[in-house]
């Protein structure tokens, strides 16, 4: 069997308002250890720590050190005589034993003299008749828990809103609630579940990562903060103000979901959390740009010409990525017509706009889900920078401004590093727009209903903007 021991100690940090700290007996049994309470308290200076007794200049310390022996020699004895004596196997018995303990012990104080013959005669019969004295004092000991309880609930209240605290039952709610939340969304396109569900780890690694709580009550102004800085400022998200105003409003969201159809309440105050933005650095292929890349499909491989092929075909058409692969379009009358995944409007595309339209469209049989957006975007920044290196254009960086809430951060990108499918509608926007089309028939090509969705993808030059003034000068002549 294996070794075990006992020695008293003190609890410190359950020191009380009156400067006193419980006493319990400490066992040792097969390298675990646990501890027994003795219902003893006293000041901690009174204590040799190292001896485990109470020091002899301290009034009574023979009698408490007497107790504490004898709670010792209950759980040696015990352990002893048992064939596994782990703490869970004895516990029962200790508890049992310490109450004849206790009794003995207050039977030889002053104050239970008189009582002296009853309290004799309940240890000596049997523990039963001991457990039913037990129960005499029951709400005496149910008061002082409760009193216990309240404390401790009153800290957990104000350690939650400091944001230093959450109970096992708010963390299991906050979790399940959480990991609940994608769920919302599983009629929706599978990439923006995906979205979803890498936002949820996100946000439970900044909880874990950060000491964060998982309550509901903890969404204020300092978790704001604390949540851009994880974001912002950490190397495995690095978000720029964009991005991280995404994840705003996906917070935002889930709480408003957890309030409105759970009913659980949730601080307020992220209600005002200010979704972040920043203009984005429009960057487009321009017409010339997009000739030489249709001309280039002579000169890359040949399972590269589809890529070109779906470059080509946004730029011409201005759809999204996600419309062009699912290819949900009918054409009647030389124009293409479909719904937009994203936001449900009707898109409208003349094929007379440019006869590469039709050409692409029957290459692929009328299906261009031909490359996952991943691996277009992946290909494309390369048949783009060996395009540029071939006709000596767009050698040097561009400078992109980027934000972290108000701070402001430079950057230096070679050009074909950044396009993907989202420049696309902007070459398309612009060029529309540089053609003279108006707000209107540029949206209502696009499936959009508001001339913001037109504005963040139009890029005017300095030429743009002199055409537009003589246009107008030239109008009231």
Known sequence: ???????????????????????????????????????????????????????????????????????????????????????????????????EVKVESQYHTEGWKKQKAE???????????????????????????????????????????????????????????????????IHSKKRGVQNIQSWVNNLIGFHEKTNTPYSFKIFDTDFYQKYAKY??????????????????????????????????????????YKVTKEEKEIVYLDEKELNLLWAYRD???????????????????????????????KIE???????????KGNYLVPLELDSRITEILEKYNYNLGIAAEQKYNENIKLILEALYVKNDIHQKPIKIVRYKLAEEFVEHHMKHKLMTSHSNRRGFCTRMWQAGYSERDILQMLGSKTNTELRKYVANTQEDILRKVREKQAATV
């Not at 021991?5 to 390298?31: F, H, M, Q, V, W």
């Not at 964009?242 to 105050?269: C, M, P, S, Y």
Request: aromatic share 10%; glycine share 4%; charged share 30%.
């Open 333 to 343: 009358n030389g124009i293409m017509t479909g719904k937009t995944i994203k936001t």
């Open 299 to 329: 000169k890359v491989k040949p399972h590269e010409v589809k890529f070109i092929d779906l470059c080509v075909f946004q730029n011409l058409t201005g759809l999204r990525y996600s419309d062009v692969n699912a290819s949900n379009w």
């Open 231 to 272: 974001l912002m400022y950490n190397s495995e998200h690095d978000y720029y103000n964009n991005t991280f105003g995404t994840a705003i409003k996906r917070l935002q969201n889930f709480l408003n979901w957890v309030q409105d159809v759970h009913g659980v309440e949730v601080t307020k105050h992220y209600k005002k």
């Open 1 to 99: 069997m294996a070794k075990f021991s006992t020695k008293p100690y003190l609890l410190k940090a359950r020191t009380n308002k009156e400067g006193l700290a419980p006493l319990n007996i400490r066992y040792n049994y097969d390298g675990k250890t646990n501890g027994f309470s003795t219902g003893l308290k006293i000041r901690p200076s009174d204590f040799d720590d190292k001896k485990g007794m109470v020091k002899n200049s301290v009034k009574n310390a023979a009698e408490t050190n007497n107790i504490l022996r004898s709670y010792q020699t209950v759980i040696e004895d015990l352990a002893e005589k048992h064939n596994d004596p782990t703490y869970q196997n004895i516990k029962e018995l200790v508890a049992e034993r310490f109450i």
């Open 119 to 185: 309290i004799k005669e309940m240890v000596t019969e049997d523990v039963t008749k001991v457990m039913l004295y037990k129960v005499r004092n029951l709400d005496k000991e149910i008061e002082e828990v409760q009193q216990r309880l309240n404390e401790l609930l009153a800290q957990r209240e104000k350690f939650a809103k400091s944001g230093f605290y959450a109970t096992n039952a708010e963390k299991t709610q906050y979790l399940d609630l959480l990991n609940k939340f994608p769920s919302k969304f």
